[in-house]
């Protein structure tokens, strides 16, 4: 809890300070002056004054955004001496850049950590596909066990986490897509992937379950590595270094199978023969926990195998560049999650993808827990991606946010005069409104995860 803590706040806290900035620093470019800089609405638990305009920095107590407020005569009374350096006197091409500034301030700080990762690599699992099961879109598609991926649609793969992300793009579109493959014999082959059949329901579950496309795991042996505490395997008595003879009278002679056999008996009671350091055990009884993944009902019964390093270091792979090949690899990358994002967006406007799909502070928080704990490299790569969907949303065309405010200057340019001060009152209004539907139903979102696990 306390990491996850720690992990929201530093996220949360750079990606406003970064936006909020983005506006300050265009702003003191232009020649308008600021009043405060604040991260965090409401009460000030913290206030300085600095700098020449005597510029108030603020933290707030509600850490859930922030605000450069400039002089403008729309909201205050103002000096006769500042008139020239208030907001609204500006021409509207500077009050675009100054708007602007917020949201390209996050793409920024996202190019510039996917630049620092790409060059000092970035470790993942090579794109080595399981076999998929029977009658799947990957089978009818010709895919077999130990075809390494090597391009989606044209683009290179070198990971797996690569591949995913190209092949989810394409199915969002719900079209066919052509992958290169290196098969198991070393002959390189192309697989064409049918998704146009994907369902919205499909795309918001276990995408690639459905699809048919796994990466291919380790062998293991069916030793238990680590148990859940507080889970039924605990409970049973189960220790890590515990081997599973058979199930059911069933012999386990891998992992995967110890896994499959748990799996498909939710709730049903299984005769587990141990062997604990040479010596057997008395049969074991373990009923393995009903959970819904996928859309499916599993069981569980919370272990893990033991890991043998060795085999786990020759599925991975390190992808670095060098500075000036991992600047376009940033860029890239950017862009397609940018564009990705609003594709998802426009689709659930049109009610092709579920608003489930939106996320409220919670699952942000938790996310950012997640990926602290697993390392540096995927919690600065989920810093990246917040960024960009924070980037994202403030360019939307609502009132309240960048977006709305450049919507009114690109029709101030087409009209060739400000639109009125009623008509942006009750856009502020409608905006608001839209805001609040939308935090609704991503703070509904939250607790629904919460509660469902």
Same mark, same amino acid.
């Given at each position: ?83 020239? @350096? ?11 850049? %100054?708007? $602007? !500034?917020?949201?390209?301030? =996050? +793409? #920024? ?75 198991? @014999? ?11 059949? %994907?369902? $919205? !329901?499909?795309?918001?579950? =276990? +995408? #690639? ?75 074991? @009884? ?11 009902? %599993? ?98 065309? %609502? ?55």
């Amino acid at each position: 809890m306390l990491t996850t803590i720690v992990a929201f706040i530093v996220a949360l806290g750079t990606l406003i300070v970064v936006h909020e900035l983005g506006h300050y620093v265009v702003a003191r470019w232009c020649g308008v002056k600021v009043l405060r800089f604040s991260v965090g609405f409401g009460r000030p638990l913290v206030r300085r004054v600095y700098g020449a305009d005597r510029t108030e920095w603020v933290i707030g107590a509600i850490p859930l955004g922030g605000y450069v407020k400039m002089v403008d005569e729309r909201e205050d009374d103002v000096d006769p001496a500042d008139l020239p @350096r208030a907001f609204n006197r500006q021409s509207v091409w500077k009050r675009i850049a %100054i708007v $602007a !500034a917020g949201p390209i301030a =996050n +793409f #920024l700080l996202a190019i510039v950590l996917y630049w620092g990762l790409f060059v000092h690599g970035i470790p993942g699992l090579k794109p080595v596909i399981a076999q998929p099961p029977p009658g799947s879109i990957a089978a009818a598609a010709g895919f077999q066990a130990g075809d390494t991926v090597r391009a989606v649609a044209g683009e290179a793969v070198l990971q797996w986490q690569d591949a995913r992300w190209l092949i989810l793009r394409h199915g969002v579109d719900r079209a066919a897509v052509s992958i290169e493959v290196i098969d198991a @014999r070393g002959q390189p082959a192309v697989r064409q992937l049918d998704l146009s059949g %994907i369902t $919205a !329901a499909q795309i918001e579950e =276990n +995408f #690639l379950a459905y699809v048919g496309l796994a990466v291919a795991q380790p062998k293991f042996e069916p030793v238990v590595g680590r148990i859940v505490g507080g889970s039924i395997a605990e409970r049973a008595g189960l220790l890590p270094g515990d081997r599973v003879l058979s199930i059911d009278g069933r012999p386990i002679d891998d992992w995967d199978g110890l896994v499959k056999t748990i799996r498909s008996n939710p709730g049903k009671s299984l005769e587990v023969e141990i062997d604990r350091d040479g010596r057997a055990l008395p049969t074991v @009884r373990l009923v393995p926990e009903a959970s819904e993944d996928g859309g499916q009902v %599993i069981g569980k019964v919370g272990i893990g195998p033991k890991v043998d390093p060795a085999q786990v270091e020759r599925m991975m792979v390190d992808v670095r560049h060098g500075p000036i090949d991992s600047l376009g690899e940033a860029v890239a990358r950017t862009w397609s999650t940018s564009v990705l994002s609003l594709q998802m967006l426009g689709k659930m406007l049109l009610g092709e993808v579920s608003l489930k799909n939106l996320s409220g502070p919670i699952t942000i928080a938790d996310y950012a827990g997640q990926s602290a704990q697993v390392g540096w490299i995927a919690y600065l790569t989920f810093i990246a991606l917040i960024s960009i969907s924070l980037g994202v949303l403030n360019l939307l065309p %609502i009132p309240m946010l960048d977006g709305g405010h450049l919507m009114y200057y690109a029709v101030e340019i087409v009209a060739r005069r400000p639109v009125s001060e009623r008509a942006m009152a009750i856009g502020q209004q409608v905006g608001m409104g839209m805001l609040f539907v939308l935090m609704a139903f991503a703070i509904f979102n939250d607790i629904h995860r919460l509660i469902g696990g």
